[in-house]
């Protein structure tokens, strides 16, 4: 075990943890953003930047301070490690340095992004970004691909993350994508006209922090503020089979993977809880799957707007609820049931 | 006095063929380790002469390879790094082509101390007239049984590959060298691990610069001990310093470590002066990364001391009066020289080699360029001047590999120390042909 304090908050974690996940533990504003670490896939992090923190002191053998800011996805906690993140504000700095270069091939037209309300390059804009940007020169632009039947790329607004990378590389056997040239002309593309067309390549859309990978089946059918996320789940032989559904009155548009506080794949048992193509693409039917309830959505995102859940004290309403798969139930305290005829 | 040490048979006629090489007293060195001593007392060797790195960092290469790690039956990797691609370098193809037998020489007597079984010289492919005379010389060696199994009777073997590159400036960064090796995209990997915990194929491995390894021949040979007595304080040894710009005598020296840079600039016997009788203006004294200084300070250190080319020395004061040694690509500037002109170009590099895994390299270096190429046209502001050194601090110590600050240094200094210039262009602007040109090619929006 190793005893790391970040921003004075000091915690226990086991060793081998990052100061990132150490950080998570303790919760709260000490979490340094992560555009590009996704828990669930290997090696993924390092790349974005956002996620630097500056380490006062290394550790009690050795407690000479980091020489230079460090990615806390990708660098392990010490016994007795120190570390800064909200409480330095040069390091708040050198992020709204990081956050003003991602945002140089990236429109801001969040307002016509599918992704707004599920960006955490917004958030991370809207926390650091300053109201103007210094950049004059023009920007890259691409047109938009089909890479599969499902999936729309559109590189203008990717970043580079390379989390659908590691998606292709570690859950899509047979990799026909990747990053192709360097520097900032370096796209994501799929080698040589291929289509990305494995069982599961559905989940690179979910890993995708940005707009660039989207949805086919769903894309501008909604602004995903106006739509009702349910947790549901049905029996599936290729993933999980545990699914989040975004309903619009009482049409399925779309079906994602559900995702935890961070934003990533939530764990089921253990695994990560990817989707199949299957379950994300072709069930888009209520009776396709068993509802378990309104899903929860943090306070801080726009889609909790209108989105009231039930707490755990008021399971109970005052008159007695069928199960939610029965056909009609009393609406409870804004419980929102999909089934509710 | 001046000693040379691996050009000491650079004039024989064919030293580049192996009878020749050998008649010179060519793989003594790999005789005697193999012969007499234990691995790890080469190791040792190398650590008394105090050798660093000549790949530009200079970290101590007897510690880099007391660090490899040396799991049973896991196997050990030696890597050359022969990519030698940074702008205003280019020593390591210098020896390489005019005595490639002191690298396979050099590669054989490190491999045994590393206990390495298979080794590799990772070539740039722009270098493949080179990698042609490597080969040759490997052949060579093969043939005269200094290469495979049971080197000399012993049982010690080695196989020894070239690998061209493909021609990317950040396949020297040796993690991206390792990637491309194995043949992947060259992208540097994030460390930890290392490369001597974890790295061809994750296998431990030490990658080091041609010049490094050609230097433990004389090592090997005169001993540790003696190596160290030459040069000044850590900076043992010789160093090969190819000399570029507007000096008389452009090329390839072997200094001892402690010759005055005055002396380098000046004297008959290295660069012969500056062209034409001009003044010197400025010097980029190790490789287009390293801060470049303007003659005062290139001279002397900030103390008034006369500056010496040894680690210390150049590094003397930090950025704000030293620059770096670095790989020793020494590019001399006369008083005519346009240093805005000269860090755009260098920008230019950086902007074109980023290989784009982080977002302020990937975005910061074509930031720069642009702005730098702004001003030069004469559409720059002096806010310009301030957004540059903005953006070159937010690159500096904030990326994966050092490729980002060494984009931001060449900026840093060149703003730091010709600050006025700057202005000139922005003030007066003289270099602009036609504005129309300029707004064309770079699609400027409209404010
Ligand atoms: C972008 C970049 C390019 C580099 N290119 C070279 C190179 O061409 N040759 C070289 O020897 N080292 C190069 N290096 C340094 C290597 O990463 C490494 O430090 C060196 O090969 C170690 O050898 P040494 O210990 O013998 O100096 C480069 C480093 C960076 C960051
Ligand atoms: S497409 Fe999305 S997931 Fe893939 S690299 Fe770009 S931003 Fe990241
Ligand atoms: S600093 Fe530049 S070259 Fe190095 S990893 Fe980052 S983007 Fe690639
Ligand atoms: S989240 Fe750590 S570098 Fe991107």
């Known amino acids: ?341 | 006095m001046s000693r040379k040490l691996l050009l000491t048979h650079n004039d024989v006629p064919g030293i580049q063929s192996y009878e020749v090489y050998r008649q010179q007293g060519g793989y003594a060195s790999v005789e005697k380790a193999l012969k007499t001593m234990a691995p790890d007392a080469v190791t040792e060797e190398v650590k008394k002469s105090g050798l660093r790195g000549r790949g530009g960092a200079g970290f101590p290469t007897g510690m880099k390879w007391s660090f490899l790690a040396k799991p049973p039956g896991v196997a050990r990797y030696l890597v050359c790094n022969a990519d030698e691609s940074e702008p205003g370098t280019f020593k390591d193809r210098y020896l390489m082509e005019r005595i490639p037998h002191l690298l396979v020489e050099g590669m054989i007597t490190a491999s045994y101390a590393l206990g390495a079984n298979t080794s590799f010289i990772y070539i740039r492919g722009e270098y493949f007239y080179v990698s042609r005379i490597l080969e040759k010389a490997i052949e060579e060696a093969y043939a005269a049984g200094w290469l495979g199994r049971n080197i000399l009777g012993t049982d010690y073997s080695l196989d020894l590959y070239v690998q061209v590159g493909a021609g990317a400036y950040i396949c020297g960064e040796e993690t991206a060298l390792l990637e491309s090796l194995e043949g992947k995209r060259g992208n540097p990997r994030i460390k930890p691990p290392f490369p001597a915990v974890a790295g061809l194929y994750g296998c431990p491995t030490v990658v080091n610069n041609v010049e490094t390894i050609a230097a433990v021949v004389p090592i090997v040979m005169q001993g540790g001990d003696e190596y160290a007595k030459i040069g000044v304080g850590k900076s043992t040894g010789t160093k090969l310093i190819s000399a570029s710009g507007h000096i008389n005598k452009p090329g390839v020296y072997e200094i001892e470590m402690g010759v005055p840079v005055e002396e380098f600039i000046y004297s008959e016997k290295y660069c012969g002066g500056i062209r034409n009788g001009k003044k010197l203006k400025a010097v980029v004294a190790g490789g287009s990364s390293v801060p470049i200084l303007p003659a005062d300070l290139i001279l002397k250190t900030a103390k008034g001391e006369p500056r010496l080319m040894t680690y210390e020395s150049m590094a003397d004061g930090g950025f704000a009066t030293g620059t770096m040694l670095g790989s020793g690509g020494f590019i001399v500037m006369d008083e005519d020289t346009s240093i805005v002109k000269n860090l755009w170009n260098f920008s230019r590099f950086y902007h074109h080699e980023s290989c784009g895994q982080c977002s302020p390299c990937r975005e910061g270096t074509g930031w720069m360029e642009k702005i730098l190429h702004k001003i030069l046209d004469g559409h720059g502001t002096l806010e310009d001047i301030d957004l540059l050194w903005d953006i070159q601090s937010k690159i500096e110590g904030k990326t994966i590999c050092p490729l980002g600050d060494a984009a931001a240094w060449p900026v840093a200094s060149a703003i730091r120390h010709f600050r006025a210039e700057f202005e000139e262009y922005v003030k007066n602007p003289k270099g602009i042909k036609d504005v129309k040109h300029y707004y064309r090619i770079h699609k400027l929006q409209e404010a």
């Not at chain 1, 068993?290 to 209108?306: K, L, T, Y």
């Open chain 1, 1 to 341: 075990m190793a005893k790391v304090t970040i921003d004075g908050k000091t915690i226990e974690v086991p060793d081998g943890t990052t100061i990132l996940n150490a950080a998570r533990m303790i919760g709260g504003n000490v979490v340094p953003p992560a555009m590009c670490y996704y828990s669930h896939l290997k090696t993924s992090g390092g790349y974005c930047r956002t996620c630097l923190v500056k380490v006062t002191k290394g550790s009690e053998k050795d407690p000479r301070p980091m020489p230079k800011p460090v990615a806390s996805c990708r660098t392990t906690v010490m016994d007795g490690m120190e570390v800064q993140n909200m409480t330095a504000p040069d390091l708040q700095e050198a992020r709204a340095g990081v956050v003003e270069f991602l945002l140089i091939n990236h429109p801001l037209d969040c307002p016509i992004c599918d992704q707004a309300g599920e960006c955490h390059l917004q958030d991370l804009g809207y926390e650091h970004g300053k109201a103007r940007t210094r950049y004059e020169f023009k920007r890259r632009t691409f047109p938009m691909t089909d890479i599969g039947k499902y999936i729309k790329l559109h590189v203008n607004r990717c970043i580079l993350c390379y989390r659908c990378v590691k998606v292709a590389d570690q859950l899509c056997p047979g990799r026909v994508h990747g990053v192709m040239y360097r520097g900032d002309v370096a796209e994501i593309s799929t080698y040589i006209k291929n289509a990305v067309e494995h069982e599961m390549c559905g989940n690179m859309i979910d890993v995708c922090p940005v707009g660039a990978l989207t949805d086919m089946t769903f894309r501008f059918k909604n602004r995903v503020w106006f739509t009702k996320p349910v947790d549901a789940h049905r029996s599936c032989d290729k993933c999980c089979g545990k699914v989040r559904l975004w309903y619009k009155g009482e049409e399925v548009l779309r079906v994602t993977a559900r995702k935890d506080q961070w934003g990533e794949v939530q764990t089921f048992d253990g695994k990560p809880g990817w989707i199949c193509n299957s379950c994300r693409f072709e069930h888009k039917l209520t009776s396709d799957w068993v509802i378990e309830g309104p899903s929860h959505i943090d306070r801080h995102s726009v889609i909790s707007a209108n989105h009231y859940e039930l707490k755990e004290g008021h399971k109970k309403t005052d008159k007695p609820r069928k199960n939610l798969e029965g056909k009609r139930i009393q609406l409870g305290e804004g419980a929102l049931d999909p089934n509710n005829k």
